[in-house]
């Protein structure tokens, strides 16, 4: 059954990348008779539309004969989309890029254009915000657009009523987690179901904490450090200590339950990302971030993943008026415009002052402040390594499989990849 659905899934891709009505890139890209250009923009962000809608009526305002629409895709079939728009010659002008790997592999395919050179890009971004999106010979393959942090997201009203403090440690946050469940709460809204969440949003928020920054993190990429040292036990035993504060039957709780869960304050605290600020807009309580503690004698660090950037497709027949969007994107003023559009937890990268409006924004910023930050840590070298410790993370939470075994599985993982 399984196999058949796939196989369905993809002729219903096949016929999105053929339709005309779907299709974008070059061949869709149209120039009126008044010297008008109408362009496509894709990404994997529906939830995006409105202000990116925004975002692009002001880039108008200065190019009057241009119009790009922004045409997302479901984010689960991003990728594959893609790939089978570009490769049918029917991509998109203008498109989001991941970053690492899978946006190097379409630069490699000679889909994504060279961006090395447009005003600003280098000049404009910090070195580590330019890494994601660079080739091994320094060559861009897009313009970067935006960050996404981590952090724990906790009820303040409730906090306040039962006498309780942001934790310093994570000693002091497991401590807090057990004086919140004797009260009768339950401490963490986080649960398995989706299985994505569990890793990305906790367990890779958390991991610089225990395994080190970019710096160590390299070592462990190039084998000098193994994924079953002490510290790499120590982040899965993390996990396994906590899965007792998860909500009951955690097993079946969904990301979207999990929001759920603090949003109507059946859980107090919910370790997460930064989009997920603006769920909690009109919350009947009053909420707050802190950074998840590092073990008492280490230091704490973030998570700040750069999660996406714009490219143009090398195919479309507007490589002009591509190149000046991105160019305006990479300049201050463009970012500026951009960090207005932008949903709340999304941060411009751009090394030019940002204010932005949204004060839980601003909260999330500020957790930067004198600490360490680093991309999560299988996506730079090892993002094949994503799906098995994902796996292992979980195993832990449900006691199949011992932080000890979940190492030395992530290490003999690790060293088929490096």
């Known amino acids: 059954m399984k196999r058949g659905l796939k196989v369905i899934g993809i002729l219903l891709l096949a016929l999105a990348v053929f339709s005309p009505l779907y299709a974008g890139g070059g061949r869709q890209a149209q120039s009126g008779d008044s010297g008008s250009v109408t362009l496509v923009m894709g990404s994997w962000r529906p939830d995006d539309t409105a202000q990116m809608n925004n975002l692009l009526a002001e880039y108008k305002k200065l190019k ?55 005003p600003g890009v280098r000049q404009n971004f910090s070195a580590a915000n330019l890494a994601p999106w660079q080739m091994p010979d320094g060559k861009m393959f897009a313009v970067p657009f935006a960050a996404v942090s981590h952090a724990v997201y906790y009820n ?11 934790p310093a440690t994570y000693e002091e946050f497991l401590a807090l987690c057990a004086a919140l469940a004797a ?40 084998g000098a450090k193994k994924l079953n040292d002490a510290n790499f036990i120590a982040s899965f035993k993390a996990m396994a200590d906590v899965a007792k504060y998860l909500p009951r039957g955690f097993e079946s709780v969904t990301y979207n339950d999990s929001q759920a869960l603090f949003n109507t304050q059946q859980a107090v605290m919910f370790m997460d990302g930064s989009w997920t600020a603006g769920v909690y807009a009109g919350a009947p309580f009053e909420w707050g971030l802190f950074a998840m503690p590092a073990p008492e004698g280490r230091k704490t660090l973030i998570t700040f993943h750069p999660d996406m950037a714009i490219t143009y497709n090398r195919a479309t027949k507007y490589p002009k008026e591509c190149q000046e969007f991105l160019t305006w994107l990479a300049s201050p003023a463009g970012a500026a415009v951009a960090s207005k559009a932008l949903p709340v937890g999304f941060f411009p990268m751009i090394s030019a002052p940002i204010t932005l409006d949204d004060p839980h924004a601003n909260e999330f910023l500020a957790l930067n402040n ?39 599985d992530m290490e003999t993982t690790a060293a088929k990849l490096r």
């Open 64 to 118: 009057p004969n241009m119009t790009i629409q922004f045409r997302p895709t479901n984010p689960p079939d991003y990728n594959a989309t893609l790939r089978l728009q570009l490769d049918g010659g029917t991509g998109p002008d203008l498109m989001y890029a991941r970053s690492y790997a899978p946006g190097r592999e379409l630069y490699s395919a000679g889909y994504f254009a060279d961006c090395s050179d447009l």
């Open 156 to 166: 303040k009203t409730i906090f306040r009523k039962e006498g309780l403090k942001v």
């Open 183 to 222: 009260k009768g709460y339950t401490p963490l809204a986080n649960g398995v179901a989706d299985e994505w969440d569990i890793l990305e949003c906790f367990y890779l928020g958390m991991l610089p904490n225990f395994v080190g920054g970019s710096t160590e993190r390299a070592a462990y990429e190039s």
């Open 370 to 408: 004198g600490r360490d930050t680093d991309a999560r840590f299988v996506w730079p070298k090892f993002l094949d390594l994503y799906a098995p410790m994902n796996q292992a993370v979980i195993k832990v939470l449900k006691g199949e499989q011992t932080p000890q075994q979940a190492a030395e």
